[in-house]
C-alpha cells in the first residue's frame, strides 16, 4: 500500500462550513477533522486561514501516525423500493410536466431538501443547527 503524503490529502474534497459570527466575522470548520477550525474577519481571511489550518492538522496527524479521515464519494446513485401506486403517481407527474421522472425527482428532492435546509439555518444565528425545526410537515404538493 502506498504511503499517503500532504499533498494527497490536500487535493482530497474535504467539506468545509464557514458561518458569519453574531459579534462579526466568520468561522471556519472541515467537517470530517475534528478541531481543524479556525476564524477571520472576512470571507477571504477565514478562507485563507481554514486551508492553513487545513494544512497544519494533516501535518500534525501524518507525523503523529494518525489516522486521517477521508471525505465520503457519492456515486450519484441509489435505490429506492415505492409502492407501485406512488411510483404511478410520480411518473404520471413527470409526464405533465414534459420531464423524465428521473428529472422530475432531481426537481423534487432538491426543492424539499431547499426547504429543510431553510428551516434547519437561521438567517442571523452562531449555530447552523436548531434542534427545535425540522422538516416534518413541509412536503408540498408536486407542480400539476
Not at 458561518?19 to 477571504?44: D, H, I, N, P, Y
Not at 432538491?110 to 428551516?119: L, P, S
Amino acid at each position: 500500500m502506498e504511503k499517503k503524503d500532504i499533498s494527497y490529502y490536500l487535493t482530497l474534497p474535504y467539506s468545509i462550513h464557514i458561518q458569519a459570527e453574531a459579534e462579526g466575522g466568520f468561522f471556519a470548520r472541515v467537517e470530517e477533522l475534528k478541531g481543524c477550525m479556525t476564524q477571520g474577519e472576512s470571507l477571504e481571511e477565514v478562507a485563507g486561514n481554514i486551508r492553513d489550518a487545513l494544512e497544519a492538522w494533516l501535518t500534525t496527524a501524518l507525523d503523529r501516525g494518525i489516522t486521517i479521515p477521508e471525505p465520503e464519494s457519492y456515486s450519484g446513485k441509489f435505490v429506492l423500493r415505492i409502492p407501485k401506486s406512488l411510483h404511478r403517481k410520480l411518473a404520471e407527474s413527470a409526464r405533465r410536466e414534459n420531464l423524465s421522472l428521473n428529472q422530475f425527482l432531481i426537481y423534487l428532492l432538491t426543492e424539499q431538501n431547499t426547504i429543510c435546509t431553510m428551516k434547519r439555518v437561521p438567517m442571523h444565528s452562531t449555530s447552523s443547527r436548531d434542534p427545535k425545526t425540522s422538516c416534518k410537515g413541509t412536503a408540498r404538493r408536486a407542480p400539476a
